[in-house]
């Protein structure tokens, strides 16, 4: 078996994470799975032994802060003492397991680092909440490795990324405000004023603004972003009235519709007809836009 490709499961209870894991050990009877690195998402309901049988078979945890968002409906549910650890990121850690932060934006989360950043070290949910007790949060260095550094373990591209030193990728950032002496409520509303890829400067703002580059083309290259610049209700007459021919051309597509016509103009203007089904789908999004 190469090691290649990581194995991901989604999974959030820990049912589904336990029979997963039952499968993964009669596999590992019969072709080992030291040296490959798999891993669970979620976990927010794992229990002690699934994760010592994780840690047991050399596998990992990715864990998102969809409860800074949800953890209100989490507590209304099942209740606070419940939520105390969801996921028990601290005791992850206690155990040896190989564990990294993420978002998995925008299903369950926003793709906002920080905000996750202040969730694992404040406990607290974007509301204000405070849902986990001191003991399941981390430190704010420890917060940061699992963005960074830990996370390259998941994606097979350890001592090439994580870390700001020789001989790894310049991909780094200059946030706005210090990370680790700022206030705690300070940390989710933290931006970068400066982000390097690849050695390359693609953003700056505020002391670094003179050094900002034009943003690349948007990709595809048939979005109609490329081809209109602005909203359609710029581009309406002080009557009201819009001119069909005007907003087909803004619209950008890379070729005219073979399934349901080229009528978007038509669509935008007025209800959508579901009798029409070329005045429907240029509403609604049709094969010349998003297939």
Known sequence: MQNRWPWR???TYDETISRALDAYERVNRDMPLAGLHWFFDHAETISERSMDRIAALGGGIAVQHR?????????????????EATPPIAR????????????DATRVASHNPWVSLSWLTTGRTVGGLRIYPQRNCVDRETALRLWTENATWFSNEEGKKGRIEAG???DLIVPDRDYFACAECEIAGTVSELTIVGGRIVYAAGTFAKLDTPPPPAMPDW???RRFVGSVASAAPHDGRMHRQQLDDACGCASVCRVHGHDHGRAWTGNAPAGDLKGFWGALGCSCFAF
């Open 9 to 11: 499961l989604h999974a």
């Open 67 to 83: 409860m800074a968002y949800q953890g209100e409906f989490f507590v209304e549910r099942y209740g606070a003492r419940a939520a």
């Open 92 to 103: 992850m850690l206690e155990k040896g397991l190989k564990v990294a932060a993420g978002t």
């Open 168 to 170: 790894q990728l310049a």
């Open 223 to 225: 979005s109609p972003v």
